[in-house]
């Protein structure tokens, strides 16, 4: 996800009530703000660019999505509230958000790689995808070889692997701050391509019916939650959670109610 911001955004935080943890159906993967390093320790305060359905959404006051959903699983295990934070992407791929204690945890559907580990400490994968091309119906493009000939103008949301790998291919693409945004200049014709991620890609196509996905390009990303380098403490009880929702069928229902495949 993305460099530079384009454009400012509006941000807002909403604080999202939660049950204090009772009994789990897998107590040994229980944890407590107690045992872990909170900004503030009645609340997890979780950052995300909200932009990036079907991870995260804004809805009214607050984020919904994937990510969220996790979230919300995170700090009822803690037995605390879920506060949101809504952010540019800049400063979670960074790291900067975290070390400026403007948050907990950094989840946003954000590739782990190792320039962002010398960064914050990531847990465990809980997502694993690709990328995609995505142009409109009609277009002469039908593979990723044509997509990236360097004849095409392509869209990309800023700091994002997508962009990365375009650069990579010695082009210059289009960075936006939000991935939605860059698939609208492409639905209106503006640019000829959208490189993004197959699961958001595949969200763009719901709500853009002039766009199709014509291939995809193996990166074999894995999305993973980020906190401050060296909160060990944090970072196990994350790593508890997503060890428990993926064992107890809750992480799988989190992805069946956003209508995405499962990867981790």
Avoid: W
């Avoid at 907990?104 to 954000?110: E, G, L, N, Q, T």
């Amino acid at each position: 996800m993305r460099h530079k911001p384009m454009r400012t955004r509006s941000k807002f935080v909403a604080a999202v009530a939660l049950a204090a943890v009772g009994g789990l159906a897998l107590s040994g993967c229980t944890s407590t703000a107690g045992d872990s390093k909170l900004i503030d320790s009645a609340s997890l305060t979780a950052c995300s660019e909200a932009q990036y359905p079907p991870f995260e959404r804004p809805e009214g006051d607050k984020i919904v999505g994937i990510d969220a959903d996790i979230s919300s699983e995170i700090a009822k295990d803690l037995g605390v509230d879920l506060k949101q934070v809504n952010t540019a992407f800049e400063g979670l791929q960074s790291g900067q958000d975290l070390d400026n204690k403007k948050c907990d945890i950094a989840i946003s559907a954000i590739t782990i790689n190792d320039e962002r580990k010398t960064k914050m400490d990531f847990s465990e994968p809980y997502f694993h995808d690709d990328l995609a091309v995505v142009v409109p119906k009609g277009s002469s493009v039908t593979s990723a070889d044509q997509a990236l000939d360097g004849t095409h103008t392509i869209a990309v949301q800023d700091a994002t692997t997508g962009q990365e790998y375009v650069t990579g291919k010695g082009l210059q693409p289009q960075g936006f701050e939000d991935a939605t945004l860059a698939a609208t200049q492409v639905s209106n014709g503006s640019l000829d391509v959208l490189i993004d991620q197959v699961a958001p890609a595949s969200e763009h196509l719901k709500n853009f019916d002039n766009l199709q996905m014509v291939a995809t390009i193996p990166t074999g990303e894995s999305y993973g939650i980020a906190v401050r380098k060296g909160n060990s403490e944090l970072l196990d009880s994350v790593n508890k959670t997503l060890k428990r929702i993926q064992s107890d069928g809750t992480l799988q229902s989190i992805f069946d109610k956003y209508g995405v495949k499962a990867t981790a």
